[in-house]
């Protein structure tokens, strides 16, 4: 067994086309029918601000697949913690042995997560989409655009956070390291006027995008939503949208923003990996709106952290 800390796994695993390349292997496994993937174990630590999800999945052929245990307690910035934590461990999938431990203090989460945003764009968004608003100032709302731009030719990013603070600081810090042209918003909907892609990234409790708010042709990442008390999006965004598509079904129906829906959706439901896998042939008219809730999956677990062993071993190998 061998165990690799945060600094070795940033040096294998990074957002490149190669990660995401893994990850979007994953999601087209889980459309094939290749994934045993088990419910989220999610625990509330409300007290704090916190909750604990476990996630798991096996792709079928796998040498190995991965337990991931991941805190979230969004408190933590105001004591300089970051909001997310936890590690992985993988298993040989032919012995149940432990394989190695991934403490990542939550990075690989952190990746695969800006990674399934990307490849939502990719298989959804039109492809000379330029023009992302990002609603929320946290790390997925760096690490989305930066991820997306993997897929896109993003030149402009719009942001509306609730502290105007944290936007200046993302404003900056986006222009200097990404070289982009970063506007700061004083509402969501002036923020999305222009907008090709939405991403939302917030805790929120209350929904925060309308469909008033987004424009023709649009494509919506909610990337928030991943437990039964958060909400990114109105009612009337679900209902109205051209597409709506899922990275599962019933994640989305108990931690997604599919939660929230009360009436009978009139468009059809679809998982990404079904569209990813050509089970489900998606085709958009320029003016489209198009949706993707996002909930994080087993696999995209598994997918990262075997991805990162496999790098992990060749350096080795190689020494």
Not at 12 to 20: E, F, M, P, Y
Request: charged residues 20%; proline residues 3%; aromatic residues 4%.
């Amino acid at each position: 067994m061998k165990i690799y800390n945060k600094s070795q796994i940033e040096q294998v695993t990074q957002l490149d086309l190669n990660a995401l390349a893994a990850v979007e292997n994953g999601f087209k496994a889980l459309g094939q029918g290749n994934v045993t993937m088990p419910p989220i174990l999610s625990m509330a630590i409300e007290e704090h601000n916190g909750e604990v999800d476990v996630k798991t999945a096996h792709i079928k052929g796998n040498e190995r697949f991965a337990i991931k245990i991941s805190p979230g307690f969004f408190d933590n910035p105001k004591l300089g913690l970051p909001s997310l934590n936890g590690l992985m461990v993988l298993f040989s999938a032919k012995t149940g042995l432990v394989d190695s431990v991934l403490f990542d203090e939550g990075y690989l989460t952190d990746i695969r997560t800006a990674l399934a945003g990307a490849i939502s764009a990719k298989y959804l968004s039109n492809s000379e989409a330029s023009k992302i608003t990002v609603i929320g100032s946290g790390l997925q709302a760096e690490l989305q655009v930066a991820a997306i731009k993997l897929v896109r030719p993003i030149s402009q990013v719009n942001i509306w956070a609730r502290d105007n603070t944290k936007s200046q600081a993302y404003k900056q810090r986006m222009e200097q390291r990404y070289d982009l042209s970063v506007s700061v918003h004083s509402s969501i909907q002036q923020a999305c006027q222009e907008a090709d892609i939405i991403v939302t990234t917030t805790p929120s409790k209350e929904p925060l995008l309308n469909w008033e708010d987004i424009p023709s042709g649009a494509h919506v990442i909610a990337m928030g939503s991943d437990s039964p008390h958060k909400r990114e999006l109105a009612t009337s965004v679900i209902l109205n949208a051209e597409h709506l598509v899922v990275d599962r079904i019933s994640q989305s129906e108990s931690l997604g923003e599919l939660r929230s829906v009360d009436k009978p959706l009139t468009r059809s439901l679809v998982e990404l990996g079904d569209i990813i896998c050509g089970k489900h042939l998606y085709s958009r008219r320029v003016d489209d709106v198009s949706v993707c809730d996002l909930t994080g999956t087993g696999v995209q677990d598994t997918a990262i952290a075997d991805y990162t062993a496999q790098q992990l071993t060749s350096i080795q190998s190689t020494m």
